[in-house]
C-alpha cells in the first residue's frame, strides 16, 4: 500500500509516520512546504517539497499522487493569525488543490483532517455525532475553514462516488513532542513554561461552556491507520475521556478555579491578541465555548477504535513537553528560540501570530 501523507511533518503527521513504520506493507511518502531533517521516524519517507498554497500546487500534487492507494490530507495552518489571507489560502484554497490533486491522480482514497471546529454551537452537557449541523462557529476562522473545507468534500463525493472519502475530527491533539509547539502557537513567548514542570496552575479559567475533549496523537493515528485498512466512508469523532473543564484542570494541577465570564474571556483573548502579547484571537475562545461535545460510537463501532490514553494523561504528557521544551525535527514542531512565540523571538521583532512557522 503506497500511502501519501499532505503536512506530515506536523503534530498528527508526526504520529502517523511513527505508526505507519510497524506496517511493512505500507509505503510512505511526505508531502511538506519544508520537508523535516531526516533523522528519526521522519527517515521513515519519501520527502516531496509542495506548497499546497502555492498557485499550481495541484499539478505537482498529482505527480506525487499518482499510483498511491491513499492521500491522507493534514496540511493545517493556525498561525500566523495576524495574516488570515495564509490562513485562508493554505486552509481553504490547498484543500481543494489537494482534493483535485487526488481526483487527477485517480487515488482510491482521500482522508481529510477535519476537527470539532467544523460542528455548529451545541451541547456541553452531551455528546453529538457525526449528523450534527457542519457550519462551524461563526466568529472563529479556523471554524469556518473547516467548514468550508468539508462543504468543497461534499461536492467532491457527490461527483466522484468512486473516490472513497473520509473525514477524522477530532477534539484537541496532545503529546509530548507538541509541547513547543502548542506553547509557541497558542500561548506565546510570555508564559512561563518552565514552571508547568511542577505540573502546577494556580488559577485555572472556569466558565460553565468550557469544556473540552482531548485525544493523545498516537490515539488519532491508530485511528488513521484503521480508515486506511478499511473500506469505511464518511466522517468519525475522535475523542478520550474525560471531558476537560476547569474542575479537572484544577484537580490535576492543584490549582483553583476563577470563574470569568464569557466576556472577560473575549475581552482579554482579543486585547493580548491586538497588543501581539499572545499568539491567538478572540475567536478561538469563541469556539472552545461554543464547540459541542463529540460522541465517538461510530468510531468504535465501525473501526473497533477506542483510545489508549485517556484525556487528563494525554494533557499531563502535554504540559510536561511544555515545560521540558520538547519538540522534534521538523519546521512545525521546531525548538528554535529565535521563532515567533518563543521569549528569544521577541529579541529579533518577531512577534506572536507573525511570520510562517510551516
Not at 499539478?59 to 495552518?77: C, E, H, I, S, Y
Request: with cysteine.
Amino acid at each position: 500500500m503506497r500511502v501519501v501523507i499532505v503536512g506530515a511533518s506536523g503534530n498528527a503527521g508526526t504520529a502517523l509516520l511513527r505508526r505507519l513504520r510497524s506496517e511493512a506493507d505500507v509505503e510512505i511518502v511526505g508531502v511538506a512546504r519544508r520537508p523535516p531533517e531526516w533523522v528519526g521516524v521522519y527517515r521513515n519517507a519519501e520527502w516531496h517539497a509542495v506548497d499546497v498554497a502555492a498557485e499550481g500546487a495541484a499539478d505537482r500534487l498529482a505527480g506525487v499522487f499518482r499510483g498511491a492507494d491513499a492521500v491522507v490530507n493534514l496540511a493545517w495552518q493556525i498561525q500566523p493569525s495576524h495574516d488570515p489571507r495564509r490562513l485562508y489560502r493554505t486552509n481553504v484554497l490547498g484543500g481543494r488543490e489537494v482534493a483535485r490533486a487526488a481526483v487527477t491522480a485517480r487515488v482510491g482514497a482521500l482522508v481529510q483532517a477535519s476537527s470539532v471546529g467544523v460542528y455548529s454551537p451545541g451541547p456541553k452537557d452531551r455528546f453529538v455525532a457525526e449528523c450534527h449541523p457542519r457550519l462551524g462557529v461563526r466568529e472563529s476562522s479556523y471554524s469556518r475553514h473547516k467548514a468550508l473545507v468539508e462543504r468543497m468534500l461534499d461536492e467532491v463525493e457527490a461527483d466522484r462516488p468512486e473516490l472513497r472519502v473520509v473525514r477524522v475530527r477530532p477534539g484537541l491533539i496532545f503529546q509530548r513532542a507538541a509541547g513547543t509547539e502548542i506553547g509557541r502557537y497558542f500561548a506565546g513567548p510570555l508564559l512561563p513554561a518552565r514552571l508547568l514542570r511542577f505540573q502546577r496552575i494556580p488559577v485555572v479559567p472556569a466558565h460553565r461552556r468550557l469544556r473540552l475533549q482531548a485525544v493523545h496523537a498516537d490515539d488519532v493515528a491508530e485511528a488513521y491507520t484503521k480508515i486506511l485498512r478499511s473500506e469505511v466512508r464518511g466522517p468519525f469523532n475522535l475523542a478520550a475521556g474525560p471531558v476537560l473543564d476547569a474542575r479537572v484542570a484544577a484537580s490535576v494541577f492543584h490549582g483553583v478555579p476563577l470563574t470569568l465570564p464569557s466576556a472577560a474571556l473575549l475581552g482579554g483573548a482579543a486585547l493580548s491578541w491586538w497588543l501581539r502579547l499572545q499568539p491567538v484571537d478572540a475567536g478561538w475562545v469563541h469556539l472552545a465555548l461554543a464547540a459541542p461535545l463529540m460522541s465517538c460510537d461510530r468510531a468504535e463501532r465501525e473501526l473497533g477504535w477506542t483510545p489508549r490514553t485517556d484525556a487528563v494523561s494525554a494533557l499531563r504528557e502535554l504540559v510536561a513537553g511544555m515545560a521540558d521544551r520538547a519538540h522534534a525535527p521538523s519546521p512545525p514542531l521546531s525548538g528554535d528560540p529565535d521563532l515567533p512565540g518563543r521569549f528569544a523571538g521577541l529579541a529579533h521583532g518577531r512577534l506572536p501570530g507573525t511570520g510562517d512557522p510551516y
